[in-house]
């Protein structure tokens, strides 16, 4: 049976700053664990005024702690902003805390723009060394050897389980090559999901963390009582892509009745390619878009991003979207 997880982008809202943002973060976490919902993960964004999870551990134990049995973790950490002997104490220590539910998913890409970059007094070519590091990091939160000069104090011994994310081939090669579970970005990088399975599939090597491949695949989903109060729902998300498109970061904002009076043709056009994996409806919509998405990809996991504006609005579409997933 195909698992269902929430990837979480603690909004901050025009009406909203970044501590409810959190709060709200935290009890969309809560309720999801009532639903049924196996993970909630929050990702690294820097400089994005509309978007509060940047200390992404710190975003992680502030869920966690307000949770007790679902997953909790990063989707994801962009390692080649960071040692990776900072993260294994980071969330060697998230894994003392909250055992057994903590994961850490690992992104190549900056997650924001060079400005930040500079700001994090990153090199330019730190994500050339993405696999070397994603090895240096495992081995920091794996079992200490007797040569071993350095510890991760309380990372080490942890074998916090590790996932590579990614929009390209390049991340599925690697998580193939590795033995790890990968996550497929298609709710904002559609083109290459296929691809981007088949070969991570076929090339998969077993490790000692997973012994066959796990694939998990994103798709942007809301539910409503009705297929036109879900599309009004997703415009909300859709003004945020076309900003973005247009580089007038933001807070994000609430729905709108037309979304063709907001957006130009161009941003339109990118935006919609850009969330071309989406279901927006009732829950039949849902469901039949659902199960269409799981027989197209096989996703072992499918990872909803669900991008609405009023908290209480959310959290009843996350409700609707658990009664869609029931067999």
Known sequence: MTAFSILELVR???????GAALNNARDMAAHAERLGYKRVWVAEHHNMEGIASAATSIVIAHIAGGTKTIRVGAGGIMLPNHAPYVIAEQFGTLERLYPGRIDLGLGRAPGTDQVAVRAMRRPANASDHFP??????????????????????????????????GSSHFGAALAAEFGLPYAFASHFAPDLLMPALE???????PSQQLAKPYAVAGINVIAADTDAQ???????????FADLLSARRGLSKPP????????????????????????????????????????????????IVCDVYEHQARLRSLELIAEAMKP
């Not at 794996?142 to 590790?162: C, D, H, K, S, Y």
């Not at 879900?230 to 945020?240: D, E, F, P, V, Y």
């Open 12 to 18: 901050v809202t025009e009406d909203t700053d970044a």
């Open 132 to 165: 070397q590091d994603v090895r240096e990091l495992q081995a920091f939160l794996g079992p200490a050897t007797p040569e071993q000069r350095i510890l991760a104090v309380p990372g080490t011994g942890t074998n916090v389980p590790l996932w590579i994310l």
């Open 199 to 205: 070969i991570y599939r076929s090339r998969f090597k």
């Open 230 to 240: 879900a599309k009004r729902l997703a415009t909300t998300q859709q003004m945020s």
């Open 256 to 303: 709108i009745d037309d979304i063709e009076t907001y957006w130009s043709g161009r941003e339109k056009a990118q935006a919609k390619n850009m969330l071309a994996r989406s279901v927006f409806g009732s829950v039949e919509t849902v469901r039949t878009g659902l199960q269409d998405f799981i027989t197209e990809t096989g996703a072992d996991e499918v990872m």
